[in-house]
């Protein structure tokens, strides 16, 4: 079965400086895909970004990058310049790449913004 | 489009009564997932239907749990009779597992908090 582990239950950050966030994931597939979802004091999930695990290049959008490392099976979140609307809590998903019935979440990490 | 719309967002019950949260997925979606979660366990994934078909519902927790999807753009979420541990957000999401630059991304809801006392 396939884990997600985020060993960061909390982190906080400066307003305008870098934060990352870490997630590994456990599998013995070799195509899948990796998620960071966002969720708000709303309580909404909302995509960041997602990696598909054949593309050696790291995804990117805008502010939030991720650090692929394949073999080490890990897959961290950067957020540049961060904003106090970046404070919510962050969850990295795995999903399997022939479906995605099967996505994994992490138990989340709290970011949290200081102004 | 206006993304993945549950009802009710909150839902106040008492112990025995019946609940059905409801759920209308992305139009031209054909994936579709029910999730449960609470501080203690994390999202749960309790069960999901592919062209309307439930494929996998390992993850309801018991008999007093069902869910249904009679079309493409609706399903539902039944828990009778509830329970106060079934206090929780649940969570509906819909997906293209076809072929594009969308696949596999899920889409959530907005969210049921359901208490039940």
């Known amino acids: 079965a396939q884990t997600v582990t985020q060993s960061q239950p909390e982190m906080s950050v400066q307003e305008a400086e870098t934060v990352t966030l870490s997630c590994t994931y456990d599998?013995?597939?070799?195509?899948?895909?990796l998620f960071w979802y966002k969720q708000p004091p709303s309580r909404q999930m909302i995509l960041v970004i997602r990696?598909?695990?054949?593309?050696?290049q790291n995804a990117t959008e805008n502010r939030f990058s991720v650090n692929f490392q394949k073999a080490a099976k890990s897959f961290s979140l950067k957020i540049s310049d961060s904003q106090l609307g970046d404070a919510a809590m962050y969850f990295c998903?795995?999903?399997?790449?022939?479906?995605?019935?099967?996505?994994?979440f992490g138990a989340g990490t709290r970011l949290t913004v200081k102004p | 489009d206006a993304g993945v719309i549950q009802s009710p967002r909150h839902e106040v019950t008492e112990m025995g009564q019946e609940v059905t949260l409801r759920c209308k997925p992305i139009?031209?979606?054909?994936?579709l997932f029910w999730y449960r979660q609470t501080m203690m366990r994390g999202l749960e994934l309790l069960i999901y239907?592919?062209?309307?078909?439930?494929?996998?519902d390992s993850g309801m927790p018991e008999d007093r749990f069902s869910a249904k999807m009679p079309n493409a753009s609706f399903s539902t979420l039944k828990i009778q009779p509830s329970e106060p541990r079934d206090s929780a957000v649940y969570f509906c999401?819909?997906?293209?597992?076809?072929?594009?630059?969308?696949?596999?991304?899920?889409?959530f809801g907005a969210g049921t908090r359901l208490s039940v006392l």
């Open positions: 999401a819909s997906s293209l597992t076809s072929g594009g630059a969308g696949k596999n991304i899920q889409y």
């Open positions: 599998t013995s597939e070799s195509d899948y895909y």
């Open positions: 990696q598909e695990a054949y593309k050696q």
């Open positions: 998903a795995y999903s399997p790449g022939d479906n995605n019935n099967d996505m994994r």
């Open positions: 139009s031209g979606h054909n994936s």
């Open positions: 239907f592919n062209n309307n078909v439930p494929i996998d």
